[in-house]
């Protein structure tokens, strides 16, 4: 069965932290693994990869796709009360996109 | 402006009284979904659609029902809807060229059934 699993589920930093998100997966088919933050309302999206080791960076965001261990993560340097959010990840297959859980970021000041 | 467009977006309603939220988009994407998002569960699929008068089930389909009649509309219908469908829906949306992958959504519905 299909499946995306993100850790840790929670995770509380001070502004200024460096955090690491995980995505693992278990898609067949894989066509693409995509990222995206959810702050109060819908989510909007952040990187979308496809190669192994290509790093896709955005300001303080950067993220990597292993597709031979089947995982990605999601790094973000120096963070701010902004980055507070549910950070998604989903990974897409020919016909679908399967969702994890999501990481919930707390940010304190 | 390019959207994704859910009404309504928030829904208080009563067991066994039929609804619908509609969702519609102005990108001409041909792919559209519909989520639903529970504490701990994520978003999880419902339905999707490939296109005009395709419609495929999800992940939990069960107590819901969709239609593409055009191609931006994508209507969720509940129609009798139960207390375990109370729940946050996410409708989105893609092109099947280009950025495929990448869904645009909807604000939200917050839908409580009481």
């Known amino acids: 069965e299909d499946k995306v699993v993100q850790s840790p589920l929670s995770l509380v930093v001070h502004e200024g932290d460096t955090v690491t998100l995980n995505c693992s997966y278990e898609?067949?088919?894989?066509?693409?693994l995509l990222w995206y933050k959810q702050e109060k309302k819908a989510p909007t999206f952040l990187f979308m990869l496809t190669s192994s080791g290509i790093e896709k960076k955005s300001g303080r965001l950067s993220s990597i796709l292993d597709k031979k261990e089947l995982f990605s993560i999601l790094n973000i340097t120096a963070t701010q009360t902004g980055d507070s959010a549910i950070y998604l990840c989903a990974v897409s297959d020919n016909n679908d996109m399967r969702f994890g859980a999501g990481t919930r970021l707390t940010v304190k000041p | 402006e390019a959207q994704v467009t859910q009404n309504p977006r928030y829904l208080i309603t009563v067991t066994g009284k039929k609804l619908t939220v509609t969702c519609s988009q102005n990108?001409?994407?041909?792919?559209m979904s519909w989520y639903r998002q529970d504490p701990g569960l994520g978003l999880r699929q419902i339905y999707y659609?490939?296109?005009?008068?395709?419609?495929d089930k999800g992940d939990v389909p069960e107590g819901y029902k969709v239609s593409r009649k055009e191609k931006r509309n994508f209507p969720l219908i509940l129609e009798s809807p139960s207390p375990n469908q109370t729940s946050l829906y996410f409708c989105?949306?893609?092109?099947?060229?280009?950025?495929?992958?990448?869904?645009?959504f909807g604000a939200g519905t917050r839908l409580s059934v009481l």
């Open positions: 990108m001409n994407h041909e792919y």
């Open positions: 989105a949306s893609s092109s099947r060229t280009g950025a495929r992958n990448i869904q645009y």
């Open positions: 659609s490939m296109n005009v008068e395709v419609t």
């Open positions: 898609v067949t088919n894989f066509r693409s």
